[in-house]
């Protein structure tokens, strides 16, 4: 059974940072590729990141030179840290099992209950 549960939202000003967290069991560490997804208001949800287990990694064209993600494997747990963040980037953001694709893209599968991120002065 997939477990994940995200951390870290909340609100930040126009050109800051934040890192979410996404604690995942022991087995959905072990086995999955671990991403992010995001969905705005009114928007469809988009792809952020993913690290597949293999260790291929993904990044959304709309955070591209802003993001960072990694993986913790003493911890189980994923970070993806957002800087000079943008109205723009308010959203709920999802952690969830990923894999890279060939065409460069990613899939996702399962995904938890998401942190509010928003981008506000």
């Known amino acids: 059974q997939v477990q994940l549960e995200e951390s870290g939202g909340g609100l930040v000003q126009p050109g800051g940072s934040l890192t979410l967290s996404c604690a995942a069991s022991?087995?959905?560490?072990?086995?999955?590729?671990i991403g992010w997804l995001r969905q705005a208001p009114g928007k469809e949800r988009e792809g952020v990141s993913c690290i597949s287990v293999t260790g291929g990694t993904y990044t959304g064209p709309s955070v591209k030179g802003r993001s960072f993600a990694s993986r913790d494997s003493a911890k189980n747990t994923v970070y993806l840290h957002l800087s000079s963040l943008k109205s723009e980037d308010t959203a709920v953001y999802y952690c969830?099992?990923?894999?890279?694709?060939?065409?460069?893209?990613?899939?996702?599968?399962?995904w938890g209950r998401g942190t509010q991120v928003t981008v506000s002065s």
């Open positions: 969830a099992t990923c894999d890279t694709m060939p065409d460069g893209g990613a899939r996702y599968d399962t």
């Open positions: 022991e087995s959905t560490f072990k086995y999955y590729g």
